[in-house]
């Protein structure tokens, strides 16, 4: 395929690098697969023990020259990067379709992603903030100012292979840290050509080697960096399960994590929403990616009133989704990302029969020569009770569950009463609802919607939830704050010294 050649993704492959130096060897244990049709992409070697030291080696030494830049001029880098990527979109774009099983268009859309955070950080670089503080002392001057951490270990996982990175990576650039990347090992050929794109952009700036760095390998390697004292901070994106093990290995240091975790999102439908944006919104939350976004829609919380309409709406707006080949812009939804996440989505199925779910639209796997991967499957739809086991669980796949209420009340209290905290939405045209359900006896997320769905969000406002979620926050407004460290300052220009709180210590 072209874009493959474009991109220099070859059948062999180096899994390590410090920037334009490649760890060999070419190829190795790990494969990459399509799910779109099962074919092999290519090969690339994991990276050994004694390579990661090198690259943390590396890596420190790049920091001491990198942190001195002038932080305009980390942007300028930044910004040249955010050019490279849009000559690069087509490319990436259907890479990233093609080895992770979205729809071209949202492969598309993630590489314009990180083109907008690119921009982003661009502008940040100019806007580092700190505090003046008024000091009791007479003669003395406070204030706050922000230094840049270090190392900065992201783990990103297979659903946004390239996006997730580029939110860590930019800000970090440009706060004057270095990045050290372990990919997920089912979309590794994604990162590859990250590297790939970035590296020549490096060389031609004389940015020190060692700022952009990539590790391959399952999860052992992203265990290297969650348990070593010269990572400052490992931001990673995966499950509740993972990030636990994550968030424990790193405290154990006293190191800093940023967590992305597992969603469960609702959309509340009210008797006052326009049912046709409601519908919408709830179709690409449920069956955008595959059901495989954090911020999915898993659940609709409806009201009573408007509780039949909206199920037939929704059956025959999926009766209408077209399921195939990522790479054809015609169609709807792609794959699953691979056999094991085909089981989870049958499991998920048998268990929420088990428990007494009605399903409106029936689940099961796609057969025929179109789908010859195994991995595509049909979206649907299952009336439950909010008491389920299933539904307080979060599986990666396209299954929406409904559930009805009657008063406002009742519909936050079912979409709070789940573990997870990401992302949530109302649909209405009540504006009292609408401030009731962004107060705080509103949504309990990190993310609150108002006639818009659970998926899609912007770079510009900070990304991340609460609860089993995390609690950390990437991309926008004030997350630049996670990749530096406070230094408060005071300064005394007096020819005295008098001390706070009215301490006299005479001699």
């Not at 259907?94 to 993630?110: A, D, F, N």
């Not at 089912?186 to 590296?199: D, E, F, R, V, Y």
Request: net charge negative; glycine share 10%; charged share 20%.
């Amino acid at each position: 395929m072209d874009f493959l050649k474009t991109l220099g993704i070859e059948n062999a492959n180096c899994g390590t690098s410090t920037g334009s130096t490649w760890l060999g060897p070419a190829a190795g244990d790990l494969q990459s697969s399509s799910p779109a049709d099962g074919t092999l992409i290519g090969a690339l070697s994991s990276t050994t023990p004694a390579q990661y030291d090198q690259v943390v080696e590396k890596a420190q030494a790049a920091f001491l020259e990198w942190r001195s830049w002038p932080a305009p001029r980390r942007g300028d880098l930044v910004r040249q990067i955010g050019e490279a990527l849009r000559q690069h979109k087509n490319a990436l774009g259907r890479l990233v379709s093609y080895e992770m099983g979205k729809s071209l268009q949202e492969g598309w859309g993630e590489v314009q992603e990180m083109i907008d955070i690119c921009d982003f950080a661009v502008g940040l670089s100019r806007q580092l903030y700190g505090l003046t503080i008024h000091s009791e002392r007479p003669g003395h001057r406070m204030y706050e100012q922000y230094h840049p951490l270090g190392i900065v270990g992201i783990i990103s996982a297979f659903n946004f292979p390239v996006a997730v990175w580029s939110w860590n990576a930019m800000l970090a650039w440009v706060c004057g840290n270095v990045c050290i990347w372990k990919p997920s090992e089912k979309t590794p050929l994604c990162a590859i050509a990250c590297q790939k794109i970035i590296s020549p952009i490096l060389e031609q700036n004389n940015a020190p080697e060692g700022i952009c760095n990539l590790i391959s390998g399952n999860a052992a390697a992203g265990e290297w960096m969650t348990k070593d004292h010269r990572i400052a901070l490992v931001s990673a994106t995966g499950s509740t399960r993972m990030g636990k093990a994550v968030a424990t290995a790193v405290a154990g240091r006293l190191g800093r994590s940023l967590l992305e975790l597992g969603g469960n999102n609702a959309i509340i439908i009210s008797q006052d929403a326009d049912l046709d944006i409601a519908i919408m919104g709830a179709l690409f939350g449920a069956v955008g990616t595959a059901g495989q976004r954090c911020t999915t829609t898993r659940r609709l919380i409806i009201h009573e009133a408007v509780y039949e309409t909206v199920k037939e709406k929704l059956k025959q707006a999926y009766r209408q989704l077209r399921i195939g080949n990522p790479l054809d812009p015609a169609n709807h939804m792609g794959p699953l990302i691979d056999k094991a996440a085909v089981q989870s989505y049958l499991d998920a199925i048998e268990k929420c029969r088990t428990e007494g779910g009605t399903f409106l639209v029936e689940g099961g796997i796609l057969e025929g020569s179109d789908y010859k991967s195994g991995c595509y499957v049909t979206p649907c739809i299952a009336e439950v009770k909010s008491s389920y086991t299933i539904v307080k669980e979060e599986t990666f796949a396209p299954i929406l569950y409904l559930l009805k209420y009657r008063t406002l009340d009742e519909a936050i209290n079912i979409q709070n009463a789940v573990p997870q905290g990401l992302s949530s939405s109302i649909m209405t045209l009540n504006l009292r609802e609408a401030e009731q359900f962004l107060s705080c006896a509103g949504s309990d997320c990190g993310i609150a919607n108002v006639n818009i769905g659970t998926s899609g969000a912007e770079i510009g406002g900070a990304f991340g939830g609460e609860k089993e979620t995390g609690g950390g926050r990437e991309s926008g407004s004030d997350a630049w704050k996670n990749y530096m460290r406070r230094q408060t300052n005071t300064i005394n220009y007096s020819t005295a010294l008098p001390l706070a709180q009215g301490i006299r210590f005479d001699l």
